[in-house]
């Protein structure tokens, strides 16, 4: 069974309305949906409040996509295996440099002699080379720090290393122009001056290399602001 209906329903070529408009249902049941539905789209006919809730628009879904980048360093992996090995030794410059430092404690402190007996064969072998300081300090600033195709990681532990090392050199002219006293308090002030410096530098040391072979910044405080300024 099938009904002819009509309404008014716009024409989509002329754009005038057209009269008793044929629709076709398969049963009463569903000639009322259509004929609202047809009634709806009447110009000047307010919408039922069912067309309205049916005409609202549809939600989509909004995919935001986030990049993690590092920190203030810029955006940087995890350090490769060699990259960390190269970061770590470069820390062996101020480490060597600074063993001068340790002769006081070497002599005295049982435990300082035992932990410095087996590298006294480097550090021997170092201290004989001509100039040694002054070419392990190019080969890293020049090899290292300027070669802008090592990794950021390695030209930050070896600028960090460069400038701990460079803070060596101070005790060292202070000792050119007043001497050292050989007795009385001064002389003890001296001594623990000395050593204060050795294990105030090898403490960096030891935090620079195990930073690095784990393959995070070791930042000295000041040192690290300064050697993070030198290398962007």
């Known amino acids: 069974m099938s009904l002819r209906l009509g309404c008014h329903v716009p024409s989509l070529v002329s754009g005038k309305a057209v009269h008793a408009l044929p629709l076709m249902a398969p049963a009463a049941g569903c ?19 069912s067309a309205a809730l049916n005409a609202r628009p549809s939600r989509r879904a909004l995919t935001v996509q986030a990049r993690y980048s590092g920190s203030s360093f810029g955006s ?4 490769e295996i060699l990259d960390r090995v190269i970061a770590g030794a470069c820390y062996i410059l101020p ?27 480097a550090i021997a072998g170092y ?3 001509p100039f040694a300081s002054f070419i392990a300090f190019f080969a890293l ?14 030209r930050f532990n070896a600028m ?12 060292r002219l202070i000792e050119t122009v007043i001497s050292p006293p050989s007795s009385g308090w001064g002389a003890q002030l001296y001594v623990n001056s000395q050593s204060f410096i ?12 195990f930073n690095s072979l784990i393959g995070q910044y070791a930042r000295i405080p000041f040192v690290g602001e300064a050697a993070d300024a030198q290398i962007r």
């Open 76 to 79: 940087r992996g995890t350090p």
């Open 95 to 121: 480490f060597m440099n600074a063993f001068v430092y340790a002769r006081f404690l070497y002599h005295m402190q049982p435990l300082v002699k035992a932990c410095l007996q087996p590298l006294l064969p």
């Open 160 to 171: 960090q290393a460069i400038l701990l090392d460079i803070g060596l050199i101070l005790p």
């Open 141 to 154: 600033y020049l090899g290292i720090v300027n070669n802008q195709s090592m990794s950021r990681f390695v």
């Open 31 to 49: 000639a009322a949906p259509l004929l609202r539905h047809a009634c709806a789209a009447q110009p000047g006919r307010p919408a039922s409040p």
């Open 198 to 209: 050795w294990i105030f530098v090898t403490i960096w040391v030891v935090f620079g290399i």
């Open 127 to 129: 201290s004989k080379i």
